[in-house]
């Protein structure tokens, strides 16, 4: 019902930062609860962040709580994920997806995936 494509990764050193872009279309992206995952190799996709509709609350993932903002366009109908102090540990294809709502950081509620991007900190 909405298609999403993720920008902006690629290759990083610790501590940097990066910007990624999760472009909407279809629908307009302050009509759902907009999430961004991510999954590293041998490991299950993970909650990072989240921002709700209309009020644009936002929710994050402990691990990167202070380093990630989450934050949404609603001219450009597009959803980003800033993340500074990049670390090692936050190597991983990241996944932008979109929600009816409900629980931010259940995966299984949201409905609509993108292709991902890829992100790796390393020196």
């Known amino acids: 019902q909405v298609q999403l494509v993720e920008s902006g990764g690629g290759l990083v050193q610790p501590g940097g930062s990066l910007r990624l872009s999760c472009a909407a279309s279809?629908?307009?992206?302050?009509?759902?609860?907009m999430g961004w995952f991510r999954q590293a190799p041998g490991k299950e996709r993970e909650f990072v962040a989240a921002?709700?509709?209309?009020?644009?609350?936002?929710y994050y993932a402990d691990s990167v709580k202070g380093r990630f903002t989450i934050s949404r366009d609603n001219a450009k109908n597009t959803v980003y994920l800033q993340m500074n102090s990049l670390k090692p540990e936050d190597t991983a294809v990241y996944y932008c997806?979109?929600?009816?709502?409900?629980?931010?950081?259940?995966?299984?509620?949201?409905?609509?995936w993108g292709q991902g991007t890829q992100v790796t900190v390393s020196s």
């Open positions: 279809g629908r307009t992206v302050s009509s759902y609860l």
């Open positions: 997806a979109a929600s009816m709502g409900g629980t931010w950081y259940d995966r299984t509620l949201y409905h609509s």
């Open positions: 921002i709700s509709r209309s009020v644009g609350t936002t």
